[in-house]
């Protein structure tokens, strides 16, 4: 999964694009390398990984790692974490399906009721159904 998500990460950095958007990428080659580490080492699971946390931890501003995030991601810190996470707890339910909720949640930096709503949001149903259709049927 980690493999998967860097190579989207990269893949999104390398995009062609409008001239501006090029000097954009360029200028933001040291956050991404930055932050396939980061991810790479899955820091979006700590509890306290919020945008002024991770910039701090990456050496950049807030404003910076937002910038990154919506020109480069396509997407707002908190949406991609969101993501990263999601995912995260989906390979841990396909590595452990019977771990509880409240343990998934734990892993990828959540509460259990803010982890059944996110994972609804990216997944469009609750953590307990997307198991049942995905890990069920094997």
Known sequence: M???INRVLMAMFRRDSSPLKEDSEKSFAGVTFALHRWVEDRRY???DADMKAVAQELGISRDRLSNYCLRILGKS?????????????????????????????????????????????????????????????K
């Open 45 to 47: 699971c700590a509890p």
């Open 77 to 137: 810190f908190l949406t991609w974490r969101k993501e990263l996470r999601i995912a995260e707890s989906q390979r841990l339910m396909r590595d452990n399906p019977d771990a509880s909720l409240t343990v998934l949640a734990e892993k990828v930096g959540l509460d259990r009721a803010n982890f059944r709503r996110q994972f609804n949001e990216v997944c469009g149903c609750s953590p307990q159904q997307w198991k049942e259709k995905h890990l069920c049927n």
């Open 2 to 4: 980690l493999k998967l």
